[in-house]
């Protein structure tokens, strides 16, 4: 007997979730159900096997798992709508940046079983990095079964839920952070007259090479620099310009500000 699934939003990220489940070993064993104001959405999932519900509420009485997939500024009266329907087996795992279990019980007026995860948008590729989380009430085997889920789609990380905010400036965030700065190179090389689509592949091999290397190739990202900046090159002299700016400083204020909103979007 299959295990009922359910997304509440069918947007980017929900979609690439059951994307991800239809595309692994997981689908045999699990019927996805989905409910989003904008029909088209469901409507290019029911080809798959997803099967179209009415509504959140509809979602909720079928499903053990649901997953809501909606923005931080609407999720609580999607929570509220719901609540009624909720039952002591239901899991309800959020997407949602900011929003922890103690927000989703309170909205929900119910003392359910609740996991909190930040993903990021290369899920859409199988690529994703994902932080969970899960309160007591959740079982070891109900998270297992989550974490399943975002293991089809990449990479995941266990963290406590009382980091769950600032995790999202690391894998949250950061991708919009990595294009801009890649667009600072090949903005560069196009200036200088290399064709654009030759810098975009080159930078981009660099950084898919540069991510192995920091977590495979056993040497701290100290020593990583290191090996690229020879005495006198030309790394050392990039490197200087980027130290006159202040990038690590660059960085931690982009990542405190992630935080903060975090903290506001939660209230």
């Known amino acids: 007997m299959k295990i009922n699934v359910g997304f509440i939003g069918a947007g980017n990220m929900g979609t690439a979730i059951m994307k991800g489940i239809l595309n692994s070993s997981?689908?045999?064993r699990i019927q996805l159900h989905a409910a989003d104001p904008d029909?088209?959405?469901?409507?290019?999932?029911q080809s798959l096997g997803v099967k179209k519900c009415i509504d959140?509420?509809?979602?909720?009485?079928?499903?053990k798992y649901v997953f809501f997939a909606v923005k931080p500024q609407i999720i609580e009266g999607v929570l509220e709508s719901v609540g009624n329907n909720i039952s002591d087996d239901t899991v309800l795992i959020s997407i949602a940046a900011g929003i922890n279990s103690d927000f989703?019980?309170?909205?929900?007026?119910?003392?359910?079983?609740?996991?909190?995860?930040?993903p990021n948008t290369p899920l859409l590729l199988s690529e994703g990095?994902?932080?969970?989380?899960?309160?007591?009430?959740?079982?070891e085997q109900e998270f297992d079964f989550v974490c399943n889920i975002f293991k089809e789609c990449g990479k995941i990380e266990v963290i406590d839920e009382s980091k769950m905010k600032e995790i999202i400036a690391v894998n949250g965030s950061s991708p919009?952070?990595?294009y801009l700065y890649a667009k600072g190179f090949i903005d560069y090389a196009v200036k200088e007259g290399i064709d654009g689509e030759t810098a975009k592949n080159l930078f981009a091999q660099s950084l898919i090479g540069s991510a192995k290397m920091i977590t495979d190739s056993g040497?701290?990202?100290?020593?990583?620099?290191?090996m690229v900046s020879s005495p006198g090159g030309t790394t050392l002299?990039?490197?200087?310009e980027l130290n006159k700016g202040n990038l690590l400083n660059i960085v931690n204020n982009a990542c405190e500000a992630c935080t903060k909103r975090a903290y506001e979007l939660s209230k």
């Open 26 to 28: 997981l689908n045999d």
């Open 39 to 45: 029909s088209v959405k469901i409507e290019s999932l």
């Open 56 to 63: 959140a509420s509809e979602v909720i009485s079928l499903c």
């Open 104 to 118: 989703i019980k309170k909205a929900t007026g119910a003392n359910v079983k609740t996991i909190v995860v930040m």
């Open 129 to 139: 990095a994902s932080a969970l989380a899960k309160d007591s009430e959740v079982t």
């Open 176 to 178: 919009a952070f990595i």
């Open 219 to 226: 040497y701290t990202i100290d020593e990583l620099i290191k």
């Open 237 to 240: 002299a990039g490197l200087e």
